[in-house]
C-alpha cells in the first residue's frame, strides 16, 4: 500500500459526459502528479501540483482540467468524453516539487471506460 | 529531457539473475536515474535510484558506468512474481517520460 488513495476505482461513462477522478497524496506529500495509461501503453504524464498551484503540464488535452486543494487532494476534470479517452487514470504524489532524487509513490488507479 | 532506450521485452527463468539495460546518452549532470516496476492494472512501484557507480537494496543492484550513458537494473534470482513490465526514469519527477519500459517475463 502506497499511502495514495484513488477514487473511483472503476468509472463506466458515455461519450459526450464529463468525470471527475479524485486522488489523495500520501501524508506529507505536496505533489501531486497525474498520469494516463491506455492499453498497452506507458505512462503518459499530464500535470503536476505542488503545494496548490499547477508545476509542470505534459500531454494533458485541453478538455482535461486539474485542481490541487488547501487539504492537498487533487482532483482530474475530464469533459467532452470520447472513446479514446478510456484508460487507466494513476495519481503519484511526492514530498517535494520535484527534484532529482524524488520518489513518487503511485495509487491504484481509476478505470475508466467511455462507451 | 534526457530519452531513453530500453529492450521492449526480456524473458528469464526463475532463479536466473536478470539484467535490463537502458541507454540515456544525454543525461544532464544533475539527472539521477530511477527504476519504477509496474504489475498488470497496478501503479508503478519504486526499485531503486542512482546517480554514478553501484547501488544495492534489498530487492535489486543498480550500475552506473562512469559516463552515466546507460544503467543497468540487475534482479537476482528472479521469480515468477517478477514478471512486470520495468521503467527506467532519468531526471526530475516533472521531466520524467516512462516510456513503454521493459516487459519482463519469468519462465517456471
Known amino acids: 500500500d502506497s499511502g495514495v488513495t484513488q477514487t473511483p476505482k472503476h468509472l463506466i461513462t458515455a461519450t459526450g459526459q464529463r468525470v471527475t477522478l479524485r486522488c489523495s497524496p500520501r501524508s506529507g506529500d505536496l505533489s501531486v502528479y497525474w498520469y494516463q495509461q491506455s492499453l498497452d501503453q506507458g505512462l503518459q504524464f499530464l500535470i503536476q501540483?505542488?503545494?496548490?498551484?499547477?508545476?509542470a503540464k505534459g500531454n494533458i488535452l485541453e478538455r482535461f482540467s486539474a485542481q490541487q486543494f488547501p487539504d492537498l487532494h487533487s482532483e482530474l476534470n475530464l469533459s467532452s468524453l470520447e472513446l479514446g479517452d478510456s484508460a487507466l487514470y494513476f495519481c503519484?504524489?511526492?514530498?517535494?516539487?520535484?527534484?532529482?532524487?524524488?520518489?513518487?509513490?503511485f495509487g491504484p488507479g481509476t478505470r475508466l471506460t467511455v462507451l | 529531457l534526457a530519452k531513453t532506450t530500453q529492450p521492449i521485452s526480456m524473458d528469464s527463468y526463475e532463479g536466473q539473475e536478470v539484467n535490463i539495460t537502458c541507454s540515456h546518452n544525454?543525461?544532464?549532470?544533475?539527472?539521477?536515474i530511477t527504476w519504477y516496476q509496474q504489475f498488470p492494472s497496478q501503479g508503478p512501484r519504486f526499485i531503486i535510484q542512482?546517480?554514478?557507480t553501484k547501488v544495492t537494496n534489498e530487492v535489486a543492484s543498480l550500475f552506473i558506468p562512469a559516463d552515466r550513458k546507460s544503467s543497468t537494473l540487475s534482479l537476482p534470482r528472479v521469480s515468477l512474481s517478477d514478471t512486470a513490465v520495468y521503467y527506467c526514469?532519468?531526471?526530475?519527477?516533472?521531466?520524467?517520460?516512462f516510456g513503454t519500459g521493459t516487459r519482463l517475463t519469468i519462465i517456471p
Open positions: 501540483y505542488y503545494n496548490g498551484e499547477e508545476r
Open positions: 503519484a504524489s511526492s514530498p517535494t516539487p520535484g527534484q532529482g532524487t524524488d520518489t513518487q509513490y
Open positions: 526514469l532519468v531526471g526530475a519527477p516533472e521531466k520524467l517520460t
Open positions: 542512482g546517480y554514478k
Open positions: 544525454n543525461i544532464a549532470t544533475n539527472d539521477y
